[in-house]
């Protein structure tokens, strides 16, 4: 799924460029392993005898703890903008784990001093995969699934508001110049800006547009390779513009090329539709 919005007020506008050295990170305590991993977590119960109906040791059955409800934020931003916090940026901690800390692009390093204890389906995940706690945290949320970044100033009132919201926080850490890459210090691991790829996927959809008619099928693959090397061009100069300014990994498709011949006619890849897509 997706959400398109609107950002009325460029003063809500939050993006990496406002973040300092010295910001506080607050994480969000999560309800659990949300929708992340569970090509794993399917793995795991294929592995037990009861399956998913095995019970953990706080009495939960395995499969009832993969399915708790994934905490949702809108609301609890908009109060903490309406409050006037002062939010430098947002990361949610999904796939990648703990990795999608460093998700700006900037060059800081985020040192995490405390974390919360992982609810009882991650301890049970880790031991019947047999992971480390550098691959679980790099993995899964780890019961932190949300990361806010702001003045230490802000610390304080930010996490009232997220108690009123009904949400538990922990002023976790902060960031400092340097070197791109996260330091749990608790776990003693640390994640180097390498090991999170980011992609952005370019679809390239030519669609059809106008007929046009030729004497000659001659003149066919002239126009076919002249509408393809049109297209290769814009598509080019968008990528390349794109990755100055994000700086993320690019992988380039191109589909739905149509091309319909009869009575040498054919629609031109006119026009070209782009699609901008984050995985």
């Given amino acids: 799924g997706s959400a398109i919005g609107i950002i009325t007020s460029k003063n809500n506008l939050v993006i990496s460029k406002n973040l300092k050295s010295n910001d506080r990170i607050i994480l969000l305590k999560s309800n659990g392993v949300n929708a992340n991993g569970i090509s794993l977590t399917r793995a795991v119960a294929k592995k037990l005898p009861k399956g998913y109906a095995t019970k953990l040791s706080d009495g939960i059955m395995y499969g009832d703890a993969l399915l708790t409800k994934t905490n949702i934020y809108a609301k609890l931003i908009q109060d903490l903008l309406e409050a006037n916090i002062n939010i430098h940026y947002l990361s949610n901690i999904t796939g990648h784990g703990l990795r999608k800390i460093m998700r700006a692009k900037e060059d800081f390093t985020y040192m995490i001093e405390k974390i919360v204890e992982p609810q009882e389906v991650f301890n049970f995940i880790q031991k019947h995969a047999g992971l480390s706690d550098e691959e679980m945290y790099g993995t899964y949320n780890m019961g932190m699934d949300y990361a806010i970044f702001l003045s230490e100033k802000d610390v304080k009132k930010a996490q009232e508001i997220i108690t009123k919201n009904g949400f538990e926080s922990l002023n976790a850490g902060y960031i400092?110049?340097?070197?791109?890459?996260?330091?749990?210090?608790?776990?003693?691991?640390?994640?180097?800006?390498?090991?999170?790829?980011?992609?952005?996927?370019?679809?390239?959809?030519?669609?059809t547009s106008v007929p046009i008619s030729f004497k000659s099928a001659s003149t066919l693959p002239i126009l076919i390779s002249f509408g393809l090397s049109v297209t290769v061009v814009v598509g080019v100069i968008v990528i390349s513009f794109f990755i100055a300014t994000v700086g993320d990994t690019v992988v380039v498709v191109f589909g739905d090329v149509l091309f319909l011949l009869a009575d040498i006619k054919i629609y031109p890849p006119n026009p070209t539709t782009i699609i901008i897509k984050r995985i």
């Avoid at 996260?182 to 003693?188: D, F, G, L, S």
């Fill in 176 to 207: 400092k110049k340097g070197e791109r890459q996260v330091v749990i210090e608790p776990k003693k691991v640390v994640f180097k800006s390498d090991t999170l790829n980011l992609r952005w996927v370019f679809y390239f959809r030519l669609s």
